[in-house]
């Protein structure tokens, strides 16, 4: 019952990047304990990126959060062993009365990195997003994808091992999103990051991911698991992504219907 | 382009997409004009000055038109004679001063009482349910009702000034620090969590900065609550010992019924308390939305 983070230098080699074993989440409702997520087991080795897939109310976002250690799980364990997770929220959530580089050396400043190194570590994680020459902008000078990679910056700043996902890319325009799915696939693999990322959109899902975990509702559980063998870089309209996605929808269709038969 | 030719397809691919990301950004990158001077001028400082032209002509003519005695509504140019007459005869700074710096003086210590009282109720829940209300409620309460006590307590002086000032100041300085507190998106709070600011680090790095546009607006109003109950304090508790501020000078205008000075002191009331909040707060409240982005353009 318990979210461990392990510290920086007591990181050793792992066969996993996060461990979600048994988990169980409920919240007080109104016809008393709701039962959110079911009993989800779930590992995340280290450099893989899994996507989560799930029509609302499948707890993925509850999910995300009991992993970033927002929340505790009411059953169950979740390990971390490199470190606090990153996390990116589908708003960008930069601080306003701060500048896109003044957001990534707050986070740097958080991790204790000292003073005289974070204005250069920053200027390069910008340059990892491709925003050089952003330091100075305000984030209401950015676009909605620049915010997006800023916020992305500012997550690689927790040099954590894991990155979770939340949704991150559903409030851009499509043309943007198709961009930061390349963007995000070429730092994953500069960095050899974990990634857990949640999303509903199935094409994105396999478009991105090694692995898909579809997820049922209410309550969520870990419905069936895809391994995606399609060589990256991917794109989203290659016609191995759009057949699997087809196979994707039907099973993730199958699971709302369920919901419409009492 | 040619030089693809000699590198690998891969590399290729990779200036494919930071160009298409240069081209995004560019497209997608929000203009940040700055409004030009010559329209600032025309669209917000031209009307207000054409309404005071309005009223002044307006004032003429009632007074042309006689529409009552001249000793109820005196010409513009009888009041504009007070004023030279005060400023010739060298007290209109003196009477200014007095007032003023008993108000910013007032305001001050209503902050330094006001914020750290604000932070306790916005963050300790039974300090906040136990006084939070009373504090709202005061707000409402005008502050003239404290002048009566405040002269029982601490007699005709300055200090029964700064009390009636504090009382009337401080619910509204502390109410806004607190709705600032409360307006703070609770996504910041979370991004601010998984970044690793918790406790007093979330306080000083989150919280406080995001709620610095509503302790703002309650500064604002704070120094209006002040001004207007040294106002009040001014004219019902006047004593030789006090001095001469706007207050009394109103006071003395209603004794020696004198309505051009009567008119003059509501001028300077009005004047004094348009300026320090156009040339203290405004700037302020507006240079920090603009930073933020919170500047809605018209």
Redesign the interface.
Known sequence: MATTFAKAEDRVAVSHAARIEHVSKSYPGPTGQQLVLDDISLDVAPGEFVTLLGASGCGKSTLLNLV?G?DRPTAGSIETPGG????M?Q?H?L????TAGKNIE??LR??GVPKNDRRGEAERLLELV??TGAYGK?????????RQRVALA?ALA?DSDLLLMDEPFAALDA??RD?LH??LT?IWRETRLSVLFVTHNVREAVRLAERVVLLSSRPGRIAREWEIGIPQ?RRIEDAAVAELSVEITEELRGEIRRHGQH | MGSTETTTEAVA??DD??G???G??AL???Q?RRTPVREVLLRKVLPPLVAVGLVLVVWQLLVWARVTDEYKLPPPAAVWDSLTTMWLEGTLLDVLWTSVSRALLGFVMALAIGTPLGLLVARVRFVRAAIGPILSGLQSLPSVAWVAPAVLWLGLNDSMMYAVILLGAVPSIANGLVSGVDQVPP??L??G?????TGL?GAW??VM??A?PGYLAGLKQGWAFSWRSLMAAEIIASSPELGLGLGQLLENGRNNIDMPGIFLAILLILIVGIAIDLLIFSPLERA?LR????LVKS
């Open positions: 970033a927002l606090r997770p990153a996390l929220f708003e959530a601080f306003p009365w701060l707050l986070a958080l991790r491709r925003l305000r984030v209401h000078e950015l676009s909605g994808g620049m500012r927790q043309i943007t961009v390349d963007e070429r870089p | 691919k990779t997409l930071a298409l990301e240069a995004l950004d997608d990158a929000v940040v996504l910041f979370r991004a969590r998984t970044l690793g600011a680090r790095h989150v900065p995001a610095l920090v930073r933020r982005g919170l």
